[in-house]
């Protein structure tokens, strides 16, 4: 099945590069491009993936990612230079199920597209960072973990918290990568961590 990705940056130059590195992968294909916030939410070209910059004209990212996760079923992975915590709260509020700096490599934007397009979540490893000592810090001294969270997403949230990336906790859980990513994203559910920030 090939997913259907749309790009959206105000950037000409942006955008071509990012098409150029969907086009290099057989099971993506590039189904719309959008130099505007207001341009990705009216285009009908039912993607599975919208790739969104965050900051651009008449409309950003962060209302046509709203716009178009309240109204269909795509999925919205956000691209910014910037990483600033406003941006990627404003992102999660908005529906986004990934956000990634533009300075990934173009291994880890494909990789992306696919974690999210299979509908998991996918954030920046230093942002996860930065949400779990977020939301460690709001709790009481002594949490509770919220019913429903096994004790291996309790082993994984430790090292996450850490720092450790997904494949150095899949080597010390003698786990797949594929699977330390899949407790990551399940943890990030079940702790509500769209609802808290």
């Given at each position: 099945?090939?997913?259907?990705?749309?790009?959206?940056?105000?950037?000409?130059?942006?955008?071509?590069?990012?098409?150029?590195?969907?086009?290099?992968?057989?099971?993506?294909?590039?189904?719309?491009?959008?130099?505007?916030?207001?341009?990705?939410?009216?285009?009908?070209?039912?993607?599975?993936?919208?790739?969104m910059d965050v900051r651009m004209p008449d409309m950003d990212g962060i209302e046509a990612s709203r716009l178009i996760t309240g109204s269909g079923t795509a999925r919205v992975l956000m691209l910014t230079t910037f990483d600033l915590d406003e941006y990627v709260y404003?992102?999660?509020?908005?529906?986004?199920?990934?956000?990634?700096?533009?300075?990934?490599?173009?291994?880890?934007?494909?990789?992306?597209?696919?974690?999210?397009?299979?509908?998991?979540?996918?954030?920046?490893?230093?942002?996860?960072?930065?949400?779990?000592?977020?939301?460690?810090?709001?709790?009481?001294?002594?949490?509770?973990?919220?019913?429903?969270?096994?004790?291996?997403?309790?082993?994984?949230?430790?090292?996450?918290?850490?720092?450790?990336?997904?494949?150095?906790?899949?080597?010390?859980?003698?786990?797949?990568?594929?699977?330390?990513?899949?407790?990551?994203?399940?943890?990030?559910?079940?702790?509500?961590?769209?609802?808290?920030?």
């Amino acid at each position: 099945m090939t997913v259907r990705v749309v790009v959206a940056d105000d950037q000409a130059l942006v955008r071509a590069g990012l098409c150029g590195i969907i086009g290099t992968a057989p099971d993506l294909a590039v189904v719309g491009e959008a130099g505007t916030g207001a341009e990705a939410v009216a285009l009908d070209t039912h993607p599975d993936v919208v790739l969104m910059d965050v900051r651009m004209p008449d409309m950003d990212g962060i209302e046509a990612s709203r716009l178009i996760t309240g109204s269909g079923t795509a999925r919205v992975l956000m691209l910014t230079t910037f990483d600033l915590d406003e941006y990627v709260y404003g992102a999660l509020r908005a529906g986004a199920s990934g956000f990634l700096l533009k300075d990934a490599p173009p291994a880890d934007l494909l990789a992306a597209v696919r974690v999210v397009a299979a509908g998991d979540a996918l954030l920046a490893p230093g942002i996860t960072r930065r949400l779990i000592k977020e939301f460690a810090a709001r709790s009481a001294p002594a949490p509770t973990m919220p019913t429903g969270i096994t004790k291996r997403e309790r082993e994984v949230l430790v090292l996450v918290a850490e720092g450790l990336s997904n494949s150095e906790i899949a080597r010390h859980l003698h786990i797949t990568q594929g699977t330390a990513k899949t407790h990551v994203g399940h943890l990030l559910t079940k702790l509500g961590a769209r609802d808290r920030v």
